[in-house]
């Protein structure tokens, strides 16, 4: 039956005979079809039968609770429980330890114990018009207690007296905990006793949550995992009042209505339903959720998924299994047909890989007549065609090669070339810097020093003129005092100047040697900045541009001082010679603010020209300068870039705009970091 089929030698027939195997896929979908089908129609029938139980349980409480309440409102008329009333009201007014109470509470005990047995009730009491509880069979701590002042006002059974009284009508209270009965939970059934209708006082009967579990525990049609709950809400409270299958037969705390499981909160809002959900465990159940008018509660019937899905569960693996079946004999028919066309294939991708690992003398065998040999008659042409491109671009790889390496060795001795230059310039930028430094001290130094020369000038020919005068014996007293004031002054300008040459030497000499020496040290920021601009100050005395420092005092920067230098002295010589036209006022401004982070951020700024836009992304490039003509090297700006993120380990920001200024903004830590790669 095969042989046939691959007779003609046709790839397409071969094909055609493995997409005849995908017929495995109509199965499977009819197959998963019936699954759902038979899901759907299960799921229907549990709901049903859960919906049918939910009723007949809703029917039955919501009975009992009627049947209760009606049983309460005929007793309040039997003329023997108003009879027994009267003689314990006269009775306890006498005290309950007379004889008449004791003879009273003896007809009560014989009567009301018969109907508490008959009725189910846990106690039965009898509360007169003030709100004393003047009888009890089971004598608990109400007992004697005052259902309108006492401490128990507030429980279900002070509502229900006071409800009862006012209304005159049979109550029935919710379930709640009730501490007289040692916190159980807990539900009154009042009702009025009339005298010509005039209520002489209540009865009152208590039922124990426990009357209803046998409702609740009948398991009948609910499996292993079913069950039926009751919850009441309170406020926006909510509390199960039945035993839990899944809090280990406990009760679960209150919880909050929006935390409660939705059958169960559908309940409380006065719904009725049912569907697939889940309960309070999280577990997925089948659910019906009845709202029972006489408690004013909520209950929810429900089965575990699990369980009820279970013949559903059976019944997918036993489709999974034939399903495997049916795909094995595929795998092994598919596998069958695909040996035929991958055998081939495989001598393809071996000569393929042989071709890729530069055989290319490596040729596709092939005596068939199918598409595979005609695929291999073009593979082998074009394996031929790449074997004759490929010498011939070997031989021009060796060419160009050649050409290259020519090239290669020109643009390395270019680039040592441009490399030195850069270096020559870089020297150059900072001796430039410190010849503007010495022309600086000259310039600052001369002044003190013209007045040193000027005091001890006129001290020399006061000096003179006194001696003459006294060599002559012409020297008053007056001339010598005088003598001796002009002296006194002389020498202090001579020692004031003094020290301010010192001074400025001394500064001169410390931002020299921090521009000359690049080494790291501790130094006040403040002042040593104001040293910088006091050497700069040559720069400013024909222009009418001034410059501001705005630095907090005592900021210790421990960094590279020279690096600080360079960068500062670059800035203002830019703006002096970019920013502005001749004889323009101006105004510079430095401001540095210490960051929470112990970084520095310094702001340097002027108010010139600005730079245009066009030109702002290739200031810092290196050799980039608007006045080539006038001496710049164009380093200047490029220098500090490298400056700032190599030696100061920080970053720098530019901002401009035509007639606005620019602003160059540096943020560099206050402590530097121990590595680092100076200039």
């Known amino acids: 039956m095969i042989k046939p089929l691959l007779s003609r030698h046709s790839l397409a027939r071969r094909l055609v005979a493995g997409l005849l195997l995908i017929s495995i896929i109509p199965l499977a979908g009819l197959a998963l079809l019936n699954l759902r089908n038979f899901e759907a129609a299960l799921t229907r029938t549990v709901i049903a039968d859960v919906a049918s139980i939910a009723d007949k349980k809703a029917v039955q409480i919501d009975t009992y609770i009627n049947e209760r309440r009606i049983d309460m409102h005929q007793l309040s008329h039997f003329s023997d429980i108003r009879d027994i009333f009267t003689a314990l009201q006269a009775g306890y007014s006498a005290g309950i330890d007379s004889a008449a109470y004791r003879q009273a509470t003896a007809r009560a005990e014989t009567l009301l114990a018969e109907l508490a047995t008959g009725y189910d009730y846990h106690d039965m009491l009898l509360i007169n018009p003030a709100g004393e509880v003047i009888f009890s069979l089971k004598k608990e701590s109400d007992f004697n207690t005052n259902m309108r002042t006492g401490p128990y006002r507030d429980t279900v059974l002070g509502q229900g007296f006071q409800r009862s009284m006012a209304l005159l009508s049979t109550e029935f209270s919710a379930f709640d905990i009730y501490e007289p009965s040692g916190n159980k939970m807990a539900a009154f059934i009042t009702t009025p006793l009339l005298s010509n209708g005039i209520p002489i006082g209540v009865l009152a009967a208590r039922m124990n949550l426990e009357i209803l579990q046998p409702v609740l525990e009948d398991r009948t049609g609910l499996g292993e995992t079913g069950e039926a709950i009751l919850a009441e809400q309170i406020q926006d409270l909510v509390t199960y009042t039945s035993h839990l299958h899944h809090a280990n037969g406990g009760l679960l705390g209150q919880i909050p209505i929006e935390k409660t499981a939705p059958p169960m909160r559908q309940a409380l809002h006065g719904e009725r339903g049912q569907d697939l959900s889940a309960d309070y465990a999280g577990h997925d159940v089948v659910a019906a959720w009845r709202y029972l008018p ?151 130094i001369n002044t003190p020093v013209g007045v040193i020369l000027m005091s001890s000038t006129h001290l020399k020919t006061e000096t003179d003129k006194v001696s003459e005068r006294y060599n002559q014996g012409e020297l008053s007293g007056d001339e010598l005092e005088g003598y001796f004031e002009t002296a006194r002054q002389a020498v202090r300008l001579m020692i004031i100047n003094s020290q301010r040459a010192a001074e400025l030497i001394n500064s001169f000499k410390q931002v020299a040697v921090d521009q000359t020496s690049g080494e790291r040290r501790e130094f006040e920021l403040k002042s040593y900045i104001e040293e910088i601009l006091l050497s700069l100050r040559p720069k400013f005395k024909r222009t009418d541009i001034g410059i501001t420092l705005e630095c907090p005092e005592n900021l210790i920067v ?21 920013a502005y036209q001749p004889g323009q006022a101006g105004k510079l401004n430095i401001r540095v603010t210490l960051l929470p982070d112990d970084n520095i951020r310094l702001v340097y700024s002027d108010d010139g020209q600005g730079i245009p836009e066009e030109l702002q992304s290739k200031i810092f490039d290196p050799f980039f300068t608007t006045q080539r003509g006038s001496g710049g090297s164009g380093l200047g700006l490029h220098i500090v ?17 035509l007639a606005q200024g620019t602003t160059f903004t540096l943020h560099f830590p206050r402590v530097c970091p121990n590595t680092i790669n100076s200039e």
Do not use: C
């Not at 009820?308 to 795998?331: K, W």
């Not at 040996?339 to 071996?350: A, D, W």
């Not at 055989?359 to 004759?388: I, K, W, Y």
């Not at 421990?558 to 970019?578: E, K, R, V, W």
């Open 641 to 657: 870039y490298n400056i700032i993120h190599q030696t100061l380990k920080g970053r720098l920001q530019m901002h401009s705009a």
């Open 558 to 578: 421990d960094n590279y001082p020279g690096a600080l230098s360079q960068i500062l002295t670059n800035f203002i010589t830019n703006s002096l010679q970019h």
């Open 294 to 444: 006489s408690l004013h509660w909520g209950m929810v019937v429900k089965i575990d998924s699990r369980e009820v899905l279970a013949p559903l569960i059976q019944l997918q693996l036993h489709t999974a299994l034939v399903l495997g079946a049916l795909v094995l004999m595929s795998g092994a028919a598919a596998f069958f047909f695909g040996f035929s066309i991958i055998t081939p294939l495989h001598h393809f991708i071996k000569v393929i890989n042989e071709i890729a690992h530069g055989d290319l003398t490596q040729r596709v065998v092939s005596d068939r007549q199918d598409e595979l040999g005609q695929l291999a008659v073009a593979f082998n042409q074009m394996a031929d065609r790449v074997q004759s491109g490929r010498d011939t671009l070997e031989q021009t790889v060796i060419t160009r090669t050649a050409e290259l390496t020519i090239a290669k060795n020109d643009a390395e001795t270019a680039l040592n070339t441009l490399q030195q230059a850069q270096g020559s310039l870089v020297q150059a930028e900072k001796m430039a810097a410190l010849g503007g430094l010495v022309a600086g001290i000259s310039h600052e």
